[in-house]
């Protein structure tokens, strides 16, 4: 029963200390944990509270005084403490009150089995470690260790807060890049809402995106969604009943209300993909944009994706910068002019980079930038000398104009990218008659429209057919990725094949769920599995398929970003082939006309086209219309054709060109001198060569009765058939196949990556630590010398603070290890022996029969152990007071020093580290101790001297 006035302890959140009871109303409770200054609400059947009670022989301390409890009393449901002649009520205790249940326990002969006390301390130094990483949060993600994104997600993750453009080129994986933002954002609670805004295209890939690479579960909006929690009863803002939400522009321009419910949530982070698709002039913004601007004016944090270059509309670029800081970008023309200089400086930055002499207006143009600097100036006497390069190219880095809010990579950059290689199946157009034609030509219509209407299709007299089998005879050692436009197109093609061809087929499209997709792609990447896997579009968005190298396109989507995708499920980096690109076309229809516009038009097929949306807005119409005539056999159809075809191809290279020339290589460069740019990469490294995590994450689990079976290739069965709890996450579905190993998982992306912060193994680890499991224990060492007994304590130090300050990168919840003996001396080199914990299985110890001297000799020594813990926490207060101090001084002096000659470096940056260093240094000194556990070690001889 909860009564006002009563102290509680929350065992989820035990750093918080003690609460009080505030107010009990029908099924709920408020505890107030007021040295953290937070409220918590709480329902009474499903709270993770225990009662704040201390015993006879234990110390309390509040009101300035402290003293042994004699004996406790009661009145009113309220505890009342006595002894040494005072006494303090319980609402009169100090917050910071150490409360355990492992000594009373350990006295009360109510002890676990030694290797769960062994798993316990484990767990806790293992749970510190970790969370000190950078990589804390995206260690469990399902992506490969690609430098360029590591260093992107590195330096946005520790902006304050992070408000960039992100516009990599196609290809290089921007969305990556924004899931690592976010998940290290989430992870290191700097974020707790989210909202990611995207064309409606999109959503599907984003959800899949997020949920299989990191972990993290967004709910889609939509309208019916809205309106069933609007009719569950509760009359708020849906938007608030998740903390992570996806929702489409679409939904929200059909309904006003919804936009502004939108607007009216609060939100850490927005996310905002194809932001070249914001329309905005000095004179006018579209809807989307000026629903963007609103959200990102009042969102802290704001990620924008975009691959189009600025050189395709410098004003557009503007616009979008303009959405991540008003202030400094707040007019066109002036922005036009700085960029105009920037790219002049660019280019003497890639004459240094070269090492070609510099021309004297390029001399000219860098003395008039480095007015003021006299280190520069004389630099400049002789620019050709290494050292006065590397300098000047540094200055003119640190003075990069966009370089703050803009992140940009190139393919020719990053390199490690396949050839792609184009085989054509072109097939004669004379093996087809009327109806055939007829069927080709509706299809194409179909493919055309969003979604595609239902069409009855037969292919099993499509001369495409017969090409695809003559290809997989042809190659019968390899896979093969084939996407097409719609499920029924999948599910016609494997009815075709069926009496056609042997060869193994999965499916993958919109009509199965996720598990069994998950088990169909599973199939297809086995090495003895399908060979030729049939994907509907849904097959091209976010999926991982870089095992096979040879990709069959059955037919081809108007839009080059949806050919792009396709082609990206295999041309990635990473992968070891060339890819081989299948385009399986009947001569002169309107599926030729198509392919031919990519391939002579744009060169889609042996490159990324970076100005292939922009090429379809300018060609797109005229490319259909011209498709349905030439399939019609028109009159003039090739005349009018290669005229569409040259004119593609010289805009195509009209805007490559402008993209070479215009290329801010300053841009490219800006990053590698942040001071986060190699924090990742770095502890990755760290982090993922650590085979003996792997082993306890196997001990933890089968704590819980989980057992792990090897199936091979490095993939384990984790079987949950004697599954002690429900509170587990991940074994709704029954058993689950997972790795270790990060190219498993990238392989086959069905399979967890289990790290310490993946949900299954944080939630494991949570629920172990949280517990009372293992927190006592009583061992039998037979290498002690005769007649010892030792006490081992464990004390956890928690830095209670706002958690957007990060505090636990410094000082984590950090285990304190002490062990006395029973002359209360502090025995500090003290390990128990193979021998004792080999054999501690074995040994039945009634231990409830010596309770008599353990409550003699544990009190004593357990206040020698928190003395001793006091000051080893205080060393470590000490050392992660310095280091923070340390990081954010250098973080500071570097952004004062940037703000000297870069505009965008801003106040507002600059104050936000100068208040988060004041925030850390005031709440460091203030972390606190309690006990956790206890251990009492004995002699083989000790018992029976009792």
């Known amino acids: 029963?909860?009564?006002?006035?009563?102290?509680?302890?929350?065992?989820?959140?035990?750093?918080?200390?003690?609460?009080?009871?505030?107010?009990?109303e029908g099924r709920g409770v408020q505890v107030l944990f007021a040295k953290a200054g937070v409220l918590r609400p709480y329902a009474i059947d499903s709270a993770p509270l225990v009662r704040a009670e201390f015993r006879a022989g234990q110390r309390v301390a509040g009101k300035g005084i402290a003293f042994l409890v004699e004996r406790v009393e009661v009145k009113d449901d309220l505890l009342i403490y006595r002894g040494e002649g005072r006494e303090l009520h319980e609402g009169q205790l100090d917050d910071e009150q150490s409360v355990s249940q492992a000594d009373d326990r350990l006295i009360g002969g109510r002890t676990d089995p030694v290797a769960h006390f062994e798993l316990r301390m484990d767990g806790l130094k293992r749970r510190a470690?970790?969370?000190?990483?950078?990589?804390?949060?995206?260690?469990?993600?399902?992506?490969?260790?690609?430098?360029?994104?590591?260093?992107?997600?590195?330096?946005a993750s520790a902006r304050r807060p992070p408000r960039v453009l992100l516009a990599d080129e196609v290809g290089l994986g921007k969305t990556i890049e924004a899931g690592m933002i976010v998940a290290r954002q989430l992870a290191t609670g700097r974020a707790s809402r989210v909202l990611v805004l995207l064309p409606d295209t999109l959503v599907y890939q984003w959800f899949v995106e997020l949920l299989r690479r990191f972990n993290l579960s967004f709910a889609i909006y939509d309208e019916e969604r809205c309106e069933a929690l609007e009719q569950s009863g509760d009359a708020g803002n849906?938007?608030?009943?998740?903390?992570?939400?996806?929702?489409?522009?679409?939904?929200?321009?059909?309904?006003?209300?919804?936009?502004?419910?939108?607007?009216?949530?609060?939100?850490?982070?927005?996310?905002?993909?194809e932001a070249h698709h914001l329309a905005w002039t000095p004179e006018a913004a579209s809807p989307r944009y000026a629903l963007v601007e609103r959200l990102a004016a009042a969102t802290p944090g704001v990620i924008l994706l975009t691959a189009t270059p600025e050189q395709l509309g410098r004003s557009g670029h503007f616009a979008r910068l303009r959405l991540l800081d008003p202030q400094r970008y707040h007019d066109l023309d002036a922005y036009l002019a700085e960029a105009d200089r920037f790219q002049e400086l660019s280019r003497i930055a890639d004459r240094l980079l070269a090492g070609e002499p510099l021309e004297d207006a390029q001399l000219a143009t860098l003395h008039g930038a480095f007015a003021g600097d006299e280190a520069l100036q004389a630099r400049l006497a002789e620019p050709a000398k290494a050292d006065n390069a590397h300098a000047i190219l540094a200055a003119l880095i640190d003075r990069h104009g966009t370089g703050r809010a803009m992140f940009r990579n190139r393919r020719a950059g990053i390199g490690g990218f396949p050839q792609r290689l184009p085989v054509w199946h072109l097939i004669d157009a004379g093996q087809l008659d009327d109806s055939a034609r007829q069927a080709l030509l509706a299809e194409f219509h179909a493919d055309l429209q969003q979604p595609p209407p239902a069409l009855e299709l037969d292919y099993a007299g499509d001369p495409r057919l017969d090409a695809l089998v003559a290809l997989l005879e042809q190659h019968p050692r390899d896979k093969f990725l084939l996407i097409c436009r719609s499920q029924a197109k999948v599910l016609a093609l494997e009815e075709a094949l069926r009496t056609r061809s042997g060869v193994g087929v999965a499916r993958f499209h919109e009509g199965l769920g996720i598990v069994q997709r998950d088990r169909n792609a599973a199939y297809f990447a086995q090495p003895d599995g399908a060979r030729l896997l049939l994907c509907s579009e849904i097959g091209s968005e976010g999926r991982n398929f870089q095992f096979a190298h040879r990709l069959v396109l059955w037919d081809l989507p108007l839009d080059p970003d949806l050919l792009e995708q396709r082609i990206g499920r295999l041309d990635r980096i990473g992968q070891t082939h060339d890819i081989s690109i299948h385009i399986l076309a009947v001569a002169d229809s309107a599926q030729h006309v198509l392919a031919r516009w990519y391939d002579e038009g744009i060169d889609a097929f042996r490159a990324s086209p970076a100005d292939g949306r922009e090429l379809l807005r300018r060609y797109g119409e005229p490319l259909a219309r011209l498709a349905d005539e030439h399939a019609r056999g028109d009159d003039n159809r090739d005349q009018e054709l290669d005229v569409l075809l040259a004119e593609t191809r010289a805009s195509h290279e009209q805007m490559a060109e402008l993209i070479r020339a215009g290329r801010d290589h300053l841009l490219e460069l800006a990053a590698s001198r942040d001071l986060h740019a190699d924090e990742l990469q770095q502890a990755f490294i760290r982090d993922d060569h650590d085979p003996s995590r792997d082993a306890f994450v196997q001990r933890l689990l089968e704590a819980f009765g989980i057992h792990a079976e090897e199936l091979g290739g490095q993939v384990l069965l984790l079987d949950p058939q004697y599954l002690s709890t429900d509170a587990l996450p991940g074994f709704a579905d029954g058993p689950q196949s997972v790795t270790f190993s990060r190219e498993v998982a990238l392989a086959r992306e069905e399979l967890p990556l289990l790290r310490l912060d993946h949900p299954l193994v944080a939630g494991a680890l949570d629920l172990a630590l949280s517990g009372e499991q293992g927190n006592a224990a009583f061992m039998v060492d037979d290498v002690l010398p005769p007649r010892s007994a030792l006490l081992q304590a464990v004390f956890l130090l928690e830095c209670v603070a706002d958690r957007s300050l990060d505090a636990e990168r410094f000082l984590p919840t950090l285990p304190i290890v002490v062990t006395i003996d029973t002359k209360l001396a502090e025995r500090a080199d003290f390990q128990p022996s193979e021998t004792g914990l080999r054999k501690a299985a074995d040994r039945t110890i009634e231990v409830a029969r010596y309770r008599k001297f353990l409550n003699k000799l544990v009190p004593p020594m357990l206040e020698r152990a928190e003395a001793v813990a006091a000051l080893r926490a205080q060393a470590s207060i000490a050392e992660a007071v310095a280091q923070a101090t340390d990081t954010l001084d250098a973080e500071l002096s570097r952004l004062l020093a940037l703000r000297g000659v870069n505009p965008s470096i801003s106040e507002n940056e600059i104050a936000a580290v100068g208040a988060e260093r004041r925030a850390l240094l005031d709440a460091l000194p203030q972390?606190?101790?309690?006990?956790?556990?206890?251990?009492?070690?004995?002699?083989?001889?000790?018992?029976?001297?009792?």
Do not use: C, N
């Open 129 to 155: 470690e970790a969370r000190r990483s950078p990589s804390w949060g995206l260690g469990a993600a399902r992506i490969g260790l690609v430098p360029h994104q590591l260093r992107v997600a590195g330096i």
């Open 1 to 24: 029963m909860f009564v006002p006035g009563q102290r509680w302890i929350s065992t989820a959140e035990p750093e918080l200390g003690l609460g009080t009871v505030l107010r009990v």
């Open 927 to 946: 972390s606190r101790l309690r006990l956790d556990a206890v251990r009492f070690v004995v002699s083989a001889d000790f018992l029976a001297l009792r």
């Open 238 to 273: 849906p938007f608030e009943d998740e903390q992570l939400v996806i929702a489409d522009f679409g939904f929200l321009e059909q309904s006003p209300k919804r936009a502004q419910q939108l607007l009216d949530a609060p939100w850490d982070l927005l996310v905002v993909d």
